[in-house]
């Protein structure tokens, strides 16, 4: 079995943050079957359904026989304590493969991952914003702040 740490994708922004994990943008539907290949069993999508890509991303994952979790995060309001606590429960079994989160650039990935990492782990403001930095957080990184009373 891969690690994340072992996988490479050429999506948008792609981070490999912690063992099992991947992260990044959005995936073409190559990329999905390339990242199958290389042993990601399960693709967690925060794009909500009116983000297309021009293709079924959960029909595709579904047929490459790969597990989908949509939480759909289409922008700051989406930013929540239940979102981040979906998110926790999507990405928790990362010991049966590694498991790929994007949305559309990786930054709310990021930002949903500093608040999972404050509201869920309990771990304190800086310390979560770093973790939401590795995993892709940049231009919400405000507003996640702000989120976090920090």
Same mark, same amino acid.
């Given at each position: 079995?891969?690690?994340?740490?072992?996988?490479?994708?050429?999506?948008?922004?792609?981070?490999?943050?912690?063992?099992?994990?991947?992260?990044?943008?959005?995936?073409?539907?190559?990329?999905?079957?390339?990242?199958?290949?290389?042993?990601? @069993?399960?693709?967690?999508?925060? +794009?909500?359904?009116?983000?297309?890509?021009?293709?079924?991303?959960?029909?595709?994952?579904?047929?490459?026989?790969?597990?989908?979790?949509?939480?759909?995060?289409?922008?700051?309001?989406?930013?929540?304590?239940?979102?981040?606590?979906?998110? $926790?429960?999507?990405?928790?079994?990362?010991? +049966?493969?590694?498991?790929?989160?994007?949305?559309?650039?990786?930054? @709310?990935?990021?930002?949903?991952?500093?608040?999972? $990492?404050?509201?869920?782990?309990?771990?304190?403001?800086?310390?979560?914003?770093?973790?939401? @930095? $590795?995993?892709?957080?940049?231009?919400?990184?405000?507003?996640?702040?702000?989120?976090?009373?920090?």
């Amino acid at each position: 079995m891969s690690t994340s740490q072992e996988i490479w994708l050429d999506i948008p922004n792609f981070c490999t943050p912690g063992t099992g994990l991947c992260t990044g943008g959005h995936p073409k539907p190559e990329q999905l079957m390339e990242a199958k290949e290389k042993g990601v @069993r399960k693709i967690v999508n925060l +794009c909500p359904p009116g983000e297309t890509p021009g293709y079924n991303e959960g029909e595709i994952v579904k047929q490459l026989g790969m597990d989908y979790i949509n939480i759909p995060i289409a922008g700051a309001a989406d930013l929540s304590v239940e979102n981040a606590k979906a998110l $926790a429960a999507a990405v928790a079994d990362t010991c +049966c493969g590694p498991i790929l989160v994007h949305c559309a650039s990786g930054n @709310r990935v990021g930002a949903l991952f500093a608040l999972k $990492a404050h509201f869920v782990e309990g771990k304190s403001v800086e310390a979560a914003i770093e973790d939401g @930095r $590795a995993h892709g957080l940049k231009a919400m990184e405000p507003v996640v702040r702000q989120l976090l009373g920090g």
